[in-house]
């Protein structure tokens, strides 16, 4: 016999899910990238922000460690402390970053333009509203309790403390979507500006939405943003789609202007049968 086992559909985007920073607060992702820097110089490793902006989105023990990796690093390591990194090193770093990225948070903790508007539209369309962070509680209670007083208030908000193991792995995504309880997959978009948000949302299997102009692929102020020349604001934000994309992002919008928009979008192909 014969049995149909075709696409079906599965109703309408239910649950959103927003990243902080470089996302809904602190245009082009300033404060940890300052945290990270300072942290480095302090063991006597100069770094560029480019390169402490590369594992951004993950746990913040766990970006450090990743940069330490880095050969760079390691051949720094060397020639200042003339030894191998241990991990003891890694747990004094990630002491020392957490005050630093608290006392820098207090003034890189405002909305992103669009932020305010996006989420109010979604509202209107019976969306629910969470949040996933790498930081840990005490920078997640900062940066949650600053963006209420400007109008974002996630229903649900889950940090990288929270869970197991942060980004990339899924559970901060699951554990949004399991105090919502709202499933399957395929009715949540998470929203993120980094490689390891589009990673997350992949393993989770949820729609993944990357933000290209104001996270920290992009890593500039919303004021060096403004006076970009069009060409290269153009060539900018094509090679951080491609990233995004390559990533596993199925849009990647420029701002969250777009997002509403791109939601009605996800509607139509989840009533025509299709799933992440």
Known sequence: MKIYNGATSRGRVKLAIFDWAGT?????????????????????????????????????????KTLTELPVVVNRWREVHGRDIHE?????????????????????????PGVR????????????????TGYFKEAADLVSAAAAEQGFRPEVSVCSTD???????????????????????????????????????QNAGVWAIGV?????????????????????????????????????AHWVIDTLDELPSTIEEIDNLLANGHTP
């Not at 940890?32 to 942290?39: I, K, L, N, Q």
């Not at 005050?99 to 909305?111: F, Y």
């Open 24 to 64: 809904t607060v602190d245009f082009g992702c300033q404060a940890p990238v300052e945290a990270f820097v300072a942290g480095f110089k302090a063991k006597g490793i100069e770094m560029d922000a480019l390169t402490a902006r590369g594992p951004m989105g993950m746990e913040k023990r766990d970006h450090i």
């Open 88 to 112: 003891e090193d890694i747990d004094s770093m990630y002491d020392e970053f957490v005050p630093h990225l608290l006392a820098v948070l207090k003034t890189n903790n405002w909305l992103i």
């Open 117 to 132: 508007e996006a989420s109010t539209a979604l509202k209107k369309m019976g969306i629910k509203i969470g949040s996933t």
């Open 163 to 201: 869970v197991a193991h942060g980004r990339p792995y899924p559970w901060m995504i699951y554990r949004v979507m399991e105090a919502f309880n709202i499933c399957p997959p395929a009715q949540v978009v998470n929203i993120g500006d980094t490689e390891v948000d589009m990673k997350a949302a």
């Open 212 to 248: 290209a102009a104001t996270g920290n692929e992009m890593g500039l102020t919303e004021a060096e943003w403004r006076i970009l020349d069009s060409t290269t604001r153009n060539l900018k934000l094509a090679a951080i789609q491609g990233k995004l994309y390559e990533a596993g």
